[in-house]
């Protein structure tokens, strides 16, 4: 029960920050709408009724009281109730607490996203958004039919008490019962039911989807597709009206229970009024309050039930809400030293393996990337390069030995600050389907609304000449997720994310496979101008074109997380070594 009400606390809590008196309003509205104007209007109608029965000859000013006060009841009403304020609420929350899941993502750092552990929680937090959604109606439910009882039992105390225990007590099985068939359902009512939805969005997505749609047409496999989403659904139902059909017997004999204890309270009220105890009035106001303390309880039951049922679903955002990033800043941070400009990277003796496995990626690695160095990293699938590349920008801690920052090891120094100093196109990089502009600008937010130096970042990354093309230019939205939008070839999109990098103007760039989807012509023009472009500046490249790494000043072979070669271009070739194994190997190919 603790933690039912504490959560409810929670969400009235959510409602307030995201709509703060309209939540208010709303909440008084409903409430007010559904049982305390009822209430005042027969209460009214039952001390007007008991007043004309009294008093033989009444006179229109006698009852003035009691119209005056039902007028300021109605006018209430009338103030309380809009029909766009349910809305408005519901668009207010529902923002506010996507912008709550936004602001914690931004929180977190990328060690997290790759957690298995934490994927799975994200998927879940879509549907305990909802059910957060569904919680604020349960919590206003539940004030609803409290107020609802208790005026009902105030009215009904005065006349039997008994009568008040037997409504009360004949509504707990159903509750109970409720209770009961929701912990046995919960299973369907969630996971299986996600399941089947997830599998039908993914069939859709099959058949809708450009990139998958023509495969679709060619093979034929709508039908067949189609029968595994009929399969799921069929073998739901099926399982679900196993558990969910022995229930049905039960909760209809216990609505059984609950209408006679209330139509026998009703028949008390009537023989009270036969036998002259009460007059019509009060009898009026007695067998409505009556109705409406079954309706209450039933509500009141039926609301907590539902809350009850819910708080594993919305525990789960909590838990997410609550998650701290895996790498975080110290609090009293070392300053990295101003010189050399920029900074020496250097590994010593680093041991590394990703959390959760056995298998050191990195064994007593050492290595140092000089102050404005072009540096190529090389070797096969799994040698270790994107690692050295994370553990770098301290997307990972080491194992073992340190990372070292102009001498000053990574854990110590304001990781957002050497963020700062850093340029990066990632091979998964981002597509932002907005304007082309704003591609550019979110490489470095400080500088957006400089329009010459986009437009020069554009020429550095060779994109200038389709950006020209374009019907409005830099203002040109991109992608097809919104109207308006124009899509980009993969080429034109990762010169678009290099125009990023470049715009970032930092002192260190980093190139995971930066030109995988550009043509040879436009690859080497961009190489040409990292070189001229970027001097002083240290320049990290991964790459499995040799033609992209030979004008590198130090090339790194790596194999098995090991360096086993170094040097320039020209020296590696002359080793006739690995390096210069897999160069004749890739050259072949041009021949």
Do not use: C
């Not at 027969?42 to 000013?61: M, N, R």
């Not at 766009?84 to 602001?103: C, G, N, P, Y």
């Not at 553990?391 to 080491?398: N, S």
């Amino acid at each position: 029960m603790v933690k039912v009400f504490t959560y409810a606390f929670r969400i009235l809590r959510i409602m307030w920050d995201a709509a703060g008196w309209l939540a208010v309003r709303n909440i008084f509205s409903k409430v007010y709408k559904s049982s305390l104007f009822p209430f005042l209007q027969v209460f009214i109608l039952s001390q007007v009724i008991d007043h004309i029965q009294l008093h033989k000859t009444t006179q229109l000013g006698e009852l003035a009281p009691y119209i005056i006060v039902y007028i300021g009841a109605a006018i209430v009403y009338g103030l309380v109730t809009t029909s766009m304020q349910q809305f408005v609420l519901d668009a207010r929350v529902e923002s506010h607490l996507e912008k709550m899941i936004i602001t914690k993502l931004n929180s977190l750092d990328p060690q997290t996203f790759e957690q298995v552990a934490f994927q799975e929680l994200l998927t879940q937090v879509e549907g305990s958004k909802g059910a957060l959604m569904a919680q604020s109606d349960r919590v206003i439910g539940f004030l609803d039919g409290l107020i609802r009882a208790g005026t009902a039992s105030v009215v009904l105390l005065g006349s039997n008490p008994l009568l008040v225990l037997l409504i009360l007590v004949s509504s707990y099985p159903t509750f109970h019962l409720g209770n009961v068939s929701r912990d046995k359902l919960w299973p369907f009512l969630s996971t299986r039911w996600s399941s089947v939805q997830r599998i039908s969005q993914y069939v859709k997505g099959l058949l809708s989807q450009d990139g998958t749609s023509k495969e679709s047409v060619i093979f034929g496999t709508g039908p067949v597709l189609l029968k595994k989403t009929s399969e799921a659904q069929g073998s739901f139902f099926r399982d679900f009206s196993k558990e969910y059909d022995p229930f049905v017997a039960k909760v209809a004999a216990a609505n059984l229970i609950e209408m006679a204890a209330s139509i026998y309270a009703q028949y008390f009220q009537l023989r009270s009024l036969m036998d002259g105890a009460v007059g019509l009035g009060k009898f009026t106001l007695q067998f409505q309050q009556t109705l409406r303390l079954s309706s209450g309880t039933h509500m009141l039951y039926e609301q907590y039930s539902s809350m009850l049922m819910r708080i594993k679903t919305i525990e789960r955002f909590y838990e997410f809400m609550d998650y701290r990033p895996t790498i975080t800043s110290p609090l009293r941070p070392d300053a990295i030293p101003s010189l050399p400009n920029p900074a020496t990277i250097e590994f010593v003796n680093v041991t590394f393996r990703y959390p959760g496995t056995d298998r050191d990626i990195l064994k007593n690695f050492n290595a140092i990337i000089r102050s404005g160095e072009k540096i190529a990293l090389v070797g096969e699938n799994g040698a270790g390069k994107t690692t050295l590349i994370k553990l770098i920008l301290r997307f990972y801690d080491v194992t073992e030995g340190e990372v070292r920052i102009n001498g000053i090891h990574i854990a110590k120094i304001n990781l957002r600050h050497w963020h700062h100093l850093v340029g990066a196109l990632f091979q998964d990089f981002i597509k932002y389907q907005f304007t082309l502009k704003e591609n550019v600008q979110f490489g470095n937010l400080k500088l957006k609304n400089d329009k010459k130096l986009i437009l020069s970042a554009l020429a550095k990354s060779g994109a200038k000449p389709f950006v020209s093309v374009l019907p409005e230019g830099v203002d040109q939205m991109v992608g097809k997720m919104f109207a308006k939008g124009v899509d980009l070839s993969g080429g034109q999109w990762q010169k678009l994310a290099l125009a990023r990098a470049f715009f970032r103007d930092a002192p260190l760039l980093i190139l995971d496979e930066p030109t995988s989807s550009i043509d040879a012509k436009a690859e080497y023009e961009i190489f040409e101008n990292v070189q001229k472009l970027q001097k002083g500046k240290t320049v990290i490249i991964i790459s499995h074109r040799f033609s992209t790494v030979r004008n590198a000043d130090r090339i790194l072979v790596l194999h098995q997380g090991r360096i086993i070669e170094e040097g320039s271009h020209e020296q590696l070739m002359t080793k006739r070594g690995h390096y210069a194994e897999l160069f004749e190997i890739q050259a072949k190919g041009y021949k």
